[in-house]
């Protein structure tokens, strides 16, 4: 996660909104795929999504 490279540098709680943004775009365009276009290649896309933010 991107607090752990950050620590030193930055205000934690600047870092960790950003995270937290991150992650609630990634759920959004997950949902937001699953619901119009409802098949399963914009549902794996919505997770690799997803997977990548958590692994920033």
């Known amino acids: ?5 950050f620590n030193n540098k930055y205000n934690l709680n600047s ?3 950003i995270e ?4 609630f775009i990634a759920i959004i365009n997950f949902i ?3 619901i119009f276009n409802n098949n ?12 990548y933010f958590k692994q920033l």
Do not use: D, E
């Open 40 to 51: 399963k290649k914009a549902n794996k896309t919505g997770i690799k999504q997803f997977l």
């Open 15 to 17: 870092i960790y909104a």
């Open 20 to 23: 937290m943004f991150s992650y």
């Open 1 to 5: 996660m991107l607090s752990k490279h």
């Open 32 to 34: 937001a795929k699953a």
